[in-house]
């Protein structure tokens, strides 16, 4: 199972960014998704979580800014993050779970840096 995340890079306070995370060897229509974020000196923290059955939850310090989706097709799931902050400033993460591995499976993690 590999993730491979892109879409990060530098980007003005209010600004947009859209992520994306492909997926081989592990079907994502089947499994949960979620994107997670981690700033310096920070602990890893949810900031998007995408069910099978199509459910999203998102902390209060996103909700409204960003969207996480999939596209089966292409078996890759997506982050967009509209009205950046300096604070979201972080290396992101996507995760999936597995059947066969309840921890679940990592990408490599793309930066964000949000300038004010």
């Known amino acids: 199972v590999q993730l491979q995340a892109s879409g990060g890079g530098l980007v003005q306070a209010g600004g947009s960014l859209r992520l994306s995370c492909a997926g081989s060897g592990i079907i994502f229509e089947i499994n949960t998704q979620a994107w997670y974020r981690q700033a310096p000196g920070k602990q890893r923290e949810l900031v998007a979580r995408l069910t099978t059955h199509g459910r999203t939850n998102y902390p209060d310090s996103v909700k409204g800014r960003f969207t996480i989706s999939r596209d089966n097709a292409k078996n890759a799931v997506y982050l967009q993050m509209n009205g950046l902050k300096p604070e979201d400033t972080a290396v992101y993460y996507c995760?999936?779970?597995?059947?066969?591995?309840?921890?679940?499976?990592w990408g490599q993690g793309t930066q964000v840096t949000v300038s004010s």
């Open positions: 995760w999936t779970e597995g059947v066969s591995k309840p921890e679940g499976y």
